[in-house]
């Protein structure tokens, strides 16, 4: 059974930064795929970063490319989403997930793990 958890979200300025981790309970693999997404009240979740834990496969969304970082520490089970440069429009609830690939090196198109989200909430 796999179970994550977020931890780390808050309110900033806006060109403030802050890191939001997710703690990952369960068969930890290279196979794993892992990232963050985020949903805005009244609109659709959208992928902000993934990537593929045995390497080769990071996405970033257009909009953070250059801000945000997503890392992993396999010590500690933990992926992290650096944020920096924050605009009041990453506001969000942020959520990790992550699902197991089919294929080496390719994450798949949907997760099936999700965590319980942590908000971040940036003003001007």
């Known amino acids: 059974q796999v179970q994550l958890v977020e931890s780390g979200g808050g309110s900033v300025q806006a060109g403030g930064s802050l890191r939001i981790s997710c703690a990952f309970f369960g068969y930890f693999d290279s196979t794993l795929c892992m990232g963050w997404f985020r949903q805005a009240p009244g609109q659709e979740r959208e992928g902000v970063a993934t990537f593929y834990i045995g390497g080769r496969s990071t996405y970033y969304a257009d909009s953070v490319k250059g801000r945000f970082t997503i890392s992993q520490d396999n010590a500690k089970n933990t992926v992290y989403l650096q944020m920096n440069s924050l605009k009041p429009e990453d506001t969000a609830m942020y959520y990790c997930?992550?699902?197991?690939?089919?294929?080496?090196?390719?994450?798949?198109?949907?997760?099936?793990?999700w965590g319980q989200g942590t908000q971040v909430t940036v003003s001007s």
């Open positions: 997930a992550a699902a197991y690939s089919a294929v080496t090196g390719t994450c798949p198109d949907e997760y099936n793990y």
